[in-house]
């Protein structure tokens, strides 16, 4: 008997948990299905009051947000901040964590923490100032410059890791072999790391993809992100909720489809850093 | 030839070094240096000691933005942390972190703020947003949400805790299970209930991974900025102008940079000292 009493207590407390789990996937879920739905409803229906839950989908909103605004051109200008972001951010840090992973120097990879942790307005005065006198406020290199502030201290601190955990005969026989230092790091330590690489190359990616602060000051009318553009939308009073939904709808995709690929490596890399630091 | 145990790779780290001198520790710099000088538009600037934080000591709007950034902060810490250690160790009963879960789990905070703006626009709009109706089927009044002073901070802290508290809970699944496993299974046989188990063998050992996870939210939640200027600019009126809006209004709306400077620099020396306090308080819950 008092065995059956337990076995039916743990069978409840097993339900009880997944009916909290499948609450909490409903609470995270929802927002976003209104939001994608919403970009798929008829004009007229989407600030219908009541709201409607069943309607007929339709691209009106899409069509109009890309034929009636420059979205497709913002949509081009983030992917070209993002894209060379991360390049730029890959190229610096590969060496540097390397570097710093074979010397166990730690003070380089404290200092980006700080990068990390001031808030980006304190930083945007000066870089105002300074891209002003260079002339490129308004030019898409103002804005792969300061985005790769964000994207390099993340590349650093996802790849440490990688570079800790490598043999180093593998280099050391490299250098004995006549390899030359910037040959080593690309034939013997890049395949290695691949992994690493294709991590911190997704989350630097996603990273300034998402960045809002920096272009909102930043960037000009021909250099302006779909983050910007989307927010101008609001402020525009525009109370077309298609089209600003679907806009929300495109920017989403990218991180939320590249995250899926990197999914159980995701909170390692985005807590890098803390757990030392 | 040099021996390949002797080769110095120090050189590698260079490049690096000198873009973050130029893009963040000048800059650093020269806003320290524009907070101690009074500078008005069309007119030189010229320097004026601490000044600027005499002024911020003078400037009801300057405590405003204190006490809404601590109000902000310590609500928002609190929920995820509380919420995140609950759904955390539900995860890990329920061995429920995989595959479609998982994605459900780590899609909040992976959007970009301005979706998640956008999408708090549309659903908390006091009269066509969906939360109302919602409320109304269960019988609760309409709220303004947004649109309300007494309500815009904690309508934002629970966006925002919408959007972290998936990944707080994802730190604590990550730190449970690299916990020895059979501490708690000793616990079970010593006959210790589900909330002393909790309070006296789960949460002390958890303790430096929820310290990790607050420094995280720490950084984001004391800078706090993008989900507020989209959705309500720091209003109504001023009562959601935290910290960093007012540096941001000062700065780029006022164009008065020495003051703007000043509260930056103040923002700033707070995320430090904030995250210095829990590196302390790390090192005495370790075990």
Same mark, same amino acid.
């Given at each position: 008997?008092?065995?059956?009493? *337990?076995?039916?207590?743990?069978?409840?407390?097993?339900?009880?948990?997944?009916?909290?789990?499948?609450?909490?996937?409903?609470?995270?879920?929802?927002?976003?299905?209104?939001?994608?739905?919403?970009?798929?409803?008829?004009?007229?229906?989407?600030?219908?009051?009541?709201?409607?839950?069943?309607?007929? !989908?339709?691209?009106?909103?899409?069509?109009?947000?890309?034929?009636?605004?420059?979205? @497709?051109?913002?949509?081009?200008?983030?992917?070209?901040?993002?894209?060379?972001?991360?390049? *730029?951010?890959?190229?610096?840090?590969?060496?540097?964590?390397?570097?710093?992973?074979?010397?166990?120097?730690?003070?380089?990879?404290?200092?980006? *923490? =700080?990068?990390?942790?001031?808030?980006?307005t *304190? =930083?945007l005065l000066?870089?105002l100032?300074?891209?002003?006198?260079?002339?490129?406020?308004?030019?898409?290199?103002?804005?792969?410059?300061?985005?790769?502030?964000?994207?390099? !201290?993340?590349?650093?601190?996802?790849?440490?890791?990688?570079?800790?955990?490598?043999?180093?005969?593998?280099?050391?026989?490299?250098?004995?072999?006549?390899?030359?230092?910037?040959?080593?790091? /690309?034939?013997?330590?890049?395949?290695?790391?691949?992994?690493?690489?294709?991590?911190?190359?997704?989350?630097?990616?996603?990273?300034?993809?998402?960045?809002?602060?920096?272009? @909102?000051v930043?960037?000009?009318?021909?250099?302006?992100?779909?983050?910007?553009?989307?927010?101008?939308?609001?402020?525009?009073?525009?109370?077309?909720?298609?089209? /600003?939904?679907?806009?929300?709808?495109?920017?989403?995709?990218?991180? +939320?489809?590249?995250?899926? +690929?990197?999914?159980?490596?995701?909170?390692?890399?985005?807590?890098?850093?803390?757990?030392?630091? | 030839?040099?021996?390949?145990?002797?080769?110095?790779?120090?050189?590698?780290?260079?490049?690096?070094?000198?873009?973050?001198?130029?893009?963040?520790? #000048?800059?650093?710099?020269?806003?320290?240096?524009?907070? #101690?000088?009074?500078?008005?538009?069309?007119?030189?600037?010229?320097?004026?000691?601490?000044?600027?934080?005499? %002024?911020?000591?003078?400037?009801?709007?300057?405590?405003?933005?204190?006490?809404?950034?601590?109000?902000?902060?310590?609500?928002?810490?609190?929920?995820?942390?509380?919420?995140?250690?609950? #759904?955390?160790?539900?995860?890990? %009963?329920?061995?429920?972190?995989?595959?479609?879960?998982?994605?459900?789990?780590?899609?909040?905070?992976?959007?970009?703020?301005?979706?998640?703006?956008?999408?708090?626009?549309?659903?908390?709009?006091?009269?066509?947003?969906?939360?109302?109706?919602?409320?109304?089927?269960?019988?609760?009044?309409?709220?303004?949400?947004?649109?309300?002073?007494?309500?815009?901070?904690?309508?934002?802290?629970?966006?925002?805790?919408?959007?972290?508290?998936?990944?707080?809970?994802?730190?604590?699944?990550?730190?449970?299970?690299? #916990?020895?496993?059979?501490?708690?299974?000793?616990?079970?046989?010593?006959?210790?209930?589900?909330?002393?188990?909790?309070?006296?063998?789960?949460?002390?050992?958890?303790?430096?991974?929820?310290?990790?996870?607050?420094?995280?939210?720490?950084?984001?939640?004391?800078?706090?900025?993008?989900?507020?200027?989209?959705?309500?600019?720091?209003?109504?009126?001023?009562?959601?102008?935290?910290?960093?809006?007012l540096a941001y209004r000062r700065g780029f709306e006022f164009f008065e940079f020495g003051y703007a400077a000043?509260i930056m620099?103040?923002?700033?020396?707070?995320?430090?000292?904030?995250?210095?306090?829990?590196?302390?308080? %790390?090192?005495?819950?370790?075990?």
């Amino acid at each position: 008997m008092v065995t059956r009493g *337990l076995v039916t207590r743990r069978r409840v407390m097993r339900l009880l948990d997944s009916v909290q789990v499948g609450l909490v996937v409903l609470v995270l879920i929802a927002p976003v299905a209104w939001m994608v739905a919403s970009a798929f409803k008829p004009r007229t229906e989407v600030a219908a009051y009541p709201p409607r839950f069943l309607f007929t !989908p339709v691209l009106d909103n899409f069509a109009e947000l890309f034929r009636r605004t420059d979205f @497709l051109d913002n949509t081009l200008n983030s992917l070209i901040v993002a894209g060379g972001s991360t390049l *730029l951010g890959l190229a610096l840090a590969f060496p540097a964590a390397f570097a710093m992973s074979w010397h166990r120097m730690s003070w380089p990879a404290t200092a980006t *923490l =700080f990068a990390r942790m001031a808030p980006g307005t *304190l =930083f945007l005065l000066p870089w105002l100032m300074m891209f002003t006198a260079l002339g490129l406020v308004g030019s898409l290199w103002a804005l792969v410059l300061t985005h790769a502030v964000i994207t390099l !201290p993340v590349a650093i601190w996802v790849l440490l890791p990688y570079f800790d955990g490598m043999p180093r005969e593998l280099v050391e026989s490299a250098q004995i072999d006549g390899c030359r230092q910037h040959q080593t790091l /690309l034939r013997v330590v890049l395949p290695i790391a691949m992994p690493g690489v294709v991590v911190a190359a997704i989350l630097c990616f996603v990273f300034s993809w998402n960045y809002f602060l920096f272009a @909102l000051v930043l960037s000009g009318f021909d250099s302006k992100t779909a983050i910007v553009a989307s927010f101008n939308f609001i402020g525009e009073g525009v109370t077309n909720w298609g089209a /600003l939904m679907a806009a929300a709808t495109v920017i989403a995709i990218p991180p +939320l489809v590249l995250t899926l +690929l990197i999914q159980r490596r995701l909170v390692g890399g985005l807590a890098a850093g803390a757990v030392k630091g | 030839m040099r021996r390949g145990g002797a080769t110095s790779f120090r050189w590698m780290v260079a490049p690096a070094l000198v873009f973050a001198a130029a893009m963040i520790v #000048l800059p650093f710099l020269y806003a320290g240096w524009l907070s #101690l000088q009074e500078t008005m538009i069309g007119m030189p600037s010229r320097f004026a000691g601490f000044g600027n934080y005499a %002024r911020l000591a003078r400037d009801a709007e300057f405590w405003n933005g204190l006490r809404l950034t601590l109000l902000l902060y310590l609500l928002s810490l609190g929920l995820q942390l509380v919420a995140g250690t609950w #759904l955390g160790l539900l995860l890990a %009963r329920a061995d429920a972190a995989r595959g479609l879960v998982r994605t459900v789990l780590v899609s909040p905070f992976m959007l970009p703020p301005v979706v998640v703006g956008m999408m708090a626009i549309v659903i908390l709009d006091p009269g066509l947003g969906v939360a109302n109706y919602l409320l109304g089927q269960i019988g609760v009044a309409p709220r303004l949400f947004l649109a309300d002073p007494d309500t815009v901070i904690l309508t934002v802290a629970l966006v925002d805790t919408w959007q972290w508290t998936p990944f707080v809970a994802l730190i604590v699944l990550g730190g449970y299970l690299s #916990l020895p496993q059979e501490l708690f299974e000793a616990a079970e046989i010593d006959g210790a209930g589900g909330w002393r188990r909790f309070w006296h063998v789960t949460l002390p050992l958890l303790a430096p991974t929820l310290v990790t996870a607050a420094v995280l939210r720490s950084v984001d939640l004391l800078r706090f900025f993008d989900v507020i200027y989209i959705t309500t600019s720091g209003g109504p009126g001023n009562a959601s102008t935290t910290l960093n809006i007012l540096a941001y209004r000062r700065g780029f709306e006022f164009f008065e940079f020495g003051y703007a400077a000043a509260i930056m620099v103040t923002l700033s020396a707070m995320v430090f000292g904030t995250v210095l306090a829990f590196a302390r308080l %790390r090192r005495s819950v370790a075990w």
